[in-house]
């Protein structure tokens, strides 16, 4: 082996470390998971193994035959024709083009389409065009083909939405205030969800993805867990996928709860027992990558992390790859080599069931 | 029996309750604590560990406000005891989320660190032009200009700040600390700006070393 191995920052930066400074990550990395958790640390042959990925001399690795799993989509054909600026790589197709071309190039598992915004709330206004559009597109699809947006809870304060703004409210200690202009936000972002997905549920949808939940705090997690309940109970036959924004719910309010169990704070083993109990098929965890340590420490924790929700689910777990989450740097266009570590540790150690 | 009241003062900032946290401050500074020694070993000691519990999950923003209410007025009781001249803020901090950035959360969060320490801050909000930081400096009579970005697509708005401020010839005349989530200290050195923070609590003690200084 060699005395420096080449890996990375979090923020992408490429740098070589010791055999023993990566080792020295990764054990800070899942002690930090564990405290923050309250989980249990990766054990001492784990942390070997995450270590022998880490140091594998290949710039692209990948887990053995028979241990593939799923990977769900997570808007990758709007790679292709949005710009730099959304992540994309601008080539001019339409979203036709570039479903079938992600599903039938790339070999995808899975497909979706979604609004370029992907927030739920501009959807609702072109919600025909959306139902038209999907219904052409999954008449030429073969895998699974999701509608995917984030509930986006912030687009309902003001001045985007009817609603007071608690990011003005609670720095002028209006505490009270804040917390009922979330309820308020909460229900009418409730209602579009519910609203858009029955629509496209209307039109023979395969799959509906509540992309990024709790992105502006618990309020924002509560809505899409009411809106999956009810969605579960208007249109079962329609699958649908939640995910969260974060290793915790961030509490902007710190008082809502689903089925008496307080949502602000709750980590990933922990969120997956309501997103279960909502009624979700799959669940997507989330962890925040640290742009300031390296990808040895960001992956132990989002290990540790993934571990702890897989055994206490009782729905797969699909954990979230993209830019910034999961140990992958936090780059525009993520590196081949720290994602594909990140994949390989997230299934053999973390026993993800997707990603 | 300092060591009692500083450890109400660090109890009384935690739970967020002003009231409690004004009476300990009268009732310290009445027993002859020095002021500057409540602030630091009581409510200081209570701010940072409502800052570590906020960033694991553990409390939440709107606990936060509330402590940093509290901080804010037990700083202006202590500071109110300092002779005229040492009277004045730590410093005086003029903070914004860089232009085409909307995320203004976490600065807002730390704007009410940096006052609960006993900073004069100016907040601009957030989609600030570098240009706008620089004129609002000059007016506010800023020591640091603390910017934040969300975006690796915004990010670059924090150089541009860097830039304007040499080719106005006040690069010299502030401290600049930049923070966001895709911003790291390599990022800081590599635009030339005096301090990166982690988060709010880096934010703040990073920004009193450079007062010192």
């Known amino acids: 082996m060699k005395d420096k191995i080449l890996i990375r920052m979090g923020d992408g930066e490429r740098v070589t470390l010791s055999a023993d400074e990566i080792k020295e990550d990764i054990r800070a990395g899942t002690q930090d998971a564990a405290r923050r958790g309250r989980i249990p640390e990766m054990t001492a042959p784990e942390q070997e193994q995450l270590f022998e990925i880490m140091a594998d001399p290949s710039r692209v690795v990948g887990v053995s035959p028979g241990e593939e799993v799923i990977v ?37 598992d899975t497909t979706s389409m979604g609004h370029s915004d992907y927030s739920y709330k501009p959807v609702k206004p072109i919600i025909n065009y959306e139902m038209n559009e999907y219904y052409n597109i999954s008449m030429m699809t073969t895998a699974p083909f999701f509608y995917g947006a984030q509930p986006n809870l912030g687009l309902y304060y003001r001045p985007d939405g009817p609603c007071p703004n608690p990011a003005e409210l609670l720095p002028a200690g209006k505490i009270k205030e804040a917390r009922a202009a979330q309820e308020e936000a909460c229900e009418h972002l409730k209602k579009d969800l519910v609203f858009v997905g029955k629509k496209l549920a209307g039109v023979g949808c395969e799959g509906l993805n509540f992309d990024t939940c709790g992105s502006a705090g618990d309020a924002d997690f509560l809505a899409a867990l009411l809106a999956l309940r009810e969605l579960r109970q208007e249109v079962p036959q329609m699958p649908i996928i939640m995910g969260s924004s974060g290793e915790f719910v961030i509490g902007m309010h710190g008082e809502v709860t689903f089925d008496g169990r307080r949502l602000a704070g709750m980590y990933p083993h922990e969120q997956v027992k309501v997103v279960e109990a909502a009624g979700a098929c799959i669940y997507g965890m989330a962890v925040n990558t640290n742009t300031s340590e390296s990808t040895a420490w960001n992956l132990a924790r989002a290990v540790t992390f993934c571990k702890a929700a897989v055994e206490a689910a009782d729905i797969p777990v699909h954990v979230n790859v993209g830019m910034g989450v999961g140990g992958v740097p936090m780059m525009e266009q993520p590196p081949v080599d720290s994602v594909s570590r990140v994949s390989k540790s997230l299934v053999q150690i973390g026993k993800a069931d997707g990603l | 029996m300092s060591e009692k009241i500083f450890a109400a003062a660090a109890e009384a900032i935690e739970q967020g309750d002003a009231d409690r946290a004004a009476q300990i401050a009268e009732q310290g500074l009445s027993q002859g604590i020095n002021g500057m020694e409540l602030l630091t070993k009581g409510f200081v000691a209570g701010i940072n560990k409502v800052g570590d519990l906020f960033g694991e999950g553990r409390l939440f923003l709107p606990e936060l406000m509330m402590s940093a209410t509290a901080m804010q007025k037990v700083t202006d009781i202590i500071n109110a005891t300092f002779p005229a001249g040492k009277r004045e803020a730590r410093g005086r901090v003029l903070l914004g989320t860089v232009e085409g950035d909307l995320h203004d959360i976490g600065k807002t969060i730390v704007a009410a660190l940096f006052k609960a320490n006993g900073f004069e801050v100016k907040d601009l909000g957030r989609d600030v032009p570098a240009k706008r930081f620089i004129e609002e400096a000059e007016a506010f009579g800023a020591h640091i200009i603390g910017s934040s970005a969300l975006l690796t697509t915004t990010m670059v708005v924090q150089k541009e700040l860097e830039q304007e401020l040499k080719k106005a010839g006040l690069k010299d005349k502030y401290k600049t600390m930049v923070g966001g989530a895709p911003v790291t200290q390599r990022w800081a050195g590599r635009i030339g700006a005096d301090a990166y923070a982690e988060d709010a609590g880096e934010g703040v003690r990073k920004a009193m070393e450079m007062i010192k200084k």
Request: with cysteine; charged share 15%; hydrophobic share 30%.
């Open chain 1, 72 to 108: 769900t989509d997570d808007g990758c054909s709007m790679s292709f024709y949005s710009g730099q600026d959304g992540g994309g790589v601008g080539v001019p197709m339409s979203r036709m083009q570039a479903i079938l071309t992600y599903e039938r190039a790339c070999g995808a």
